[in-house]
């Protein structure tokens, strides 16, 4: 775990059917944290399908890194309401990384590996990880856990360190 295997950039899209933390609706925002690095989105207020389609970068070091999202509603006079929160294993998403060097894909977009719902992910449909001119993207929609219902929608692109292509 000592020398970075990749930036790590995390496009948190949208969210749907996001449950109600306030009197008809929430003020949704989305904390990732990789290893000990955290971010966190703008809030979108007044929304249970927001969309925020922000960027939010990371530094992977290890190889069996599990991204962990929270949701939460912004509240003015007191603690944030939860709203939920899913992780997602990104070892399929390194696999490919290596794999695409191996086997030299590098212009296009090509499928490599497919990645489905299963009692180990908060996977919530289909997931697919494409080498799209030479960079690893893996599209994901992760279910919340610990909630009603509501749904995350995510683009994670691995970026490999400098000097490595």
Known sequence: ????????????????????????????????????????????????NPVWDEVLSFTLKDPAAVLALEVFDKDRFKADDKMGHATLSLQPLISVARLRHIVRVSSGETTLRKVLPDSDNCVSRESTIS???????????????????????????????????
Do not use: H
């Open 1 to 48: 775990m000592g020398e970075p295997l990749g930036l790590l950039q995390v496009t948190v899209i949208r969210g749907k059917k996001l449950v109600i933390r306030d009197f008809k609706s929430s003020d949704p925002y989305v904390i990732l944290k990789l290893g000990n690095e955290s971010a966190k989105t703008k809030v979108i207020n007044n929304c249970l």
């Open 131 to 165: 080498c799209i001119d030479g960079e690893v993207v893996q599209s994901v929609w992760l279910k919340l856990c610990a909630v009603e219902s509501g749904e995350i929608e995510l683009k994670i692109k691995l970026i490999d360190p400098p000097g490595t292509k």
